[in-house]
C-alpha cells in the first residue's frame, strides 16, 4: 500500500494513519542492511578503542571474540519474530566479549533494545530484559571508569530506545484495534442494509398482494357480471365495464406510488398519502357496488398512529377481498373498528358460504397475520360457529393505557 499519507474514516473519526517505507516494505532486506551495518560499526569501534594489530585474530580469544561480534549482530536478521531471544543472544554476546576481551560490547544490542520494545508481546518479559541491559551497561560504565552525567545518559538512552519502540508497538495495536473495529461496523452496517432490504421486499410484496388482490378480485366479479347481462342488459354491462376500468386505474395508481419509493429521489413523482381510516368508506363502497353488502361501523374518537391506521386498511382491505373470492353472491359483510382494553380491535365478520371452486391457498390470511404482528399484534382468522367466516385482529399502538 503505497501513499503519502492514508486517512481513513472509521466511525466517523479521521485515523492517521503512519507512512509505510522501504523498511516495512522489505523487511528481511532491511534487517540483514541492520545486521551488516551493525557488525561494521562493532568493528569500527573496537579499531579505535583497541590497541594496534589487536584486529589480527592472532589468538583463540581474539577469534572467539569476532565470532561473538558476528553472531549477536547477525542475530539481528530474526528480531522481528523473535525479539526476546534475539536481545537475549546479543545482550549474552556482549557479556562474552566484555569479559573476554575487554571491549565494549557490540552495536546491536541498541537494535535489540528497540526491538524488544517494539515486537515483544510479552511485556513483563520485555521489562525484565531492558532492566538486565541497564544493568549490563551500569556495570560497565560504572566499575572502569568514575561515575559522571554522561554514565547516566548512556543507562537512560538505554531504556529511552526500548521506551520507543514500545510506544510504537502500542500506538500499532491502537491503530489495529481501530481498523477492526472499523472493518467490524462494516459488517454490521452490511447486516443491517441487508435485513432493511427485505424487510423492504417483504413489505413491497405484501402491498402488492393487497392492492392487486383487491382490484383483481373486483375486476373479475365486475367483468362476469357484464358478460352476463351483455346480451340482455347493454346498459348494465357498460356500468360494470365502466367499474373495470375504474378499478384497474386505481390499482395502477395505488401500484405506481408504491414502486416509487424504488427509484431515485430526484426522479419521484409526488405520492399520495398511505391510506387510513377515512379511506375505508370508499372502500366499502367499492365493494358494496359488486354484491355484498357491507356495514360499516367506526369509533371515530381514535386518535391512532398512521402505521396502524395503515395496517387496520390493508387488513379490512384484504379480508373484504377473500369475502369476495369466497363467499358467496348473496352475502353481508359486518365491519368495526373499536377500541378495548388491549389496543384497537378490527372486526371482519360475514354469513355467507365458503366457496368450494377455488381450493388453492393464497397469502391472504398470512399477510393480515404478518401486518398484525408487525405493530405488534395479534389476529385470528376462522370459520364461525353459526357460520360465516371472522377475521378478528388486535393492534396495541403507542399513549394506549390498559
Request: aromatic share 6%.
Amino acid at each position: 500500500m503505497a501513499s503519502a499519507e492514508r486517512e481513513q474514516s472509521i466511525a466517523g473519526v479521521r485515523v492517521w494513519q503512519p507512512l509505510r517505507g522501504p523498511i516495512d516494505r522489505w523487511p528481511h532486506a532491511a534487517d540483514f542492511v541492520f545486521a551488516l551495518l551493525a557488525f561494521a560499526l562493532t568493528l569500527a569501534m573496537w579499531s579505535q578503542r583497541s590497541e594496534p594489530g589487536s584486529l589480527q585474530m592472532l589468538t583463540v580469544r581474539d577469534l572467539a571474540t569476532y565470532l561473538c561480534a558476528f553472531v549477536g549482530n547477525f542475530a539481528l536478521l530474526w528480531r522481528r519474530t523473535h525479539p526476546l531471544y534475539v536481545h537475549f543472544i546479543i545482550l549474552f554476546a556482549s557479556l562474552l566479549v566484555q569479559v573476554g576481551s575487554m571491549n565494549h560490547g557490540i552495536v546491536a544490542l541498541v537494535f535489540s533494545l528497540y526491538s524488544l520494545g517494539r515486537y515483544e508481546a510479552d511485556h513483563r518479559a520485555s521489562i525484565i530484559w531492558v532492566t538486565a541491559a541497564a544493568v549490563f551497561y551500569a556495570i560497565d560504565l560504572f566499575i572502569p571508569i568514575t561515575v559522571d552525567v554522561s554514565a547516566f545518559v548512556a543507562v537512560l538512552s538505554v531504556v529511552g530506545v526500548w521506551y520507543v519502540g514500545r510506544r510504537l508497538r502500542f500506538r500499532g495495536e491502537y491503530l489495529r484495534l481501530l481498523e477492526e473495529r472499523a472493518a467490524h461496523l462494516e459488517r454490521e452496517k452490511d447486516v443491517e442494509s441487508e435485513r432493511a432490504v427485505a424487510a423492504e421486499r417483504t413489505r413491497i410484496a405484501r402491498d402488492m398482494h393487497d392492492i392487486v388482490a383487491h382490484q383483481v378480485s373486483l375486476m373479475t366479479v365486475q367483468a362476469g357480471a357484464a358478460k352476463t347481462v351483455s346480451a340482455s342488459d347493454p346498459a348494465a354491462a357498460n356500468d360494470a365495464m365502466a367499474a373495470v376500468e375504474q378499478a384497474g386505474r386505481t390499482a395502477l395508481s395505488e401500484m405506481r406510488d408504491l414502486l416509487n419509493v424504488l427509484r431515485p429521489a430526484d426522479d419521484r413523482s409526488v405520492l399520495s398519502p398511505q391510506p387510513g381510516l377515512e379511506a375505508l368508506p370508499a372502500l366499502v363502497h367499492e365493494v358494496t357496488e359488486i354484491g355484498p353488502s357491507v356495514q360499516l361501523t367506526i369509533n371515530h374518537d381514535l386518535s391512532l398512529p398512521a402505521r396502524i391506521e395503515l395496517t387496520i386498511y390493508r387488513i379490512v382491505q384484504e379480508a373484504l377481498t377473500n369475502v369476495i373470492k369466497h363467499a358467496g353472491d348473496e352475502v353481508r359483510v359486518a365491519v368495526t373498528v373499536s377500541p378495548n382494553d388491549a389496543g384497537v380491535v378490527v372486526c371482519v365478520v360475514d354469513d355467507g358460504q365458503a366457496n368450494s371452486i377455488n381450493k388453492e391457498p393464497g397469502h391472504g390470511i398470512a399477510g393480515m397475520r404478518e401486518r398484525a404482528e408487525l405493530v405488534d399484534g395479534t389476529l385470528t382468522a376462522g370459520k364461525r360457529a353459526q357460520g360465516g367466516f371472522e377475521v378478528r385482529a388486535v393492534l396495541p399502538f403507542p399513549g394506549h393505557h390498559k
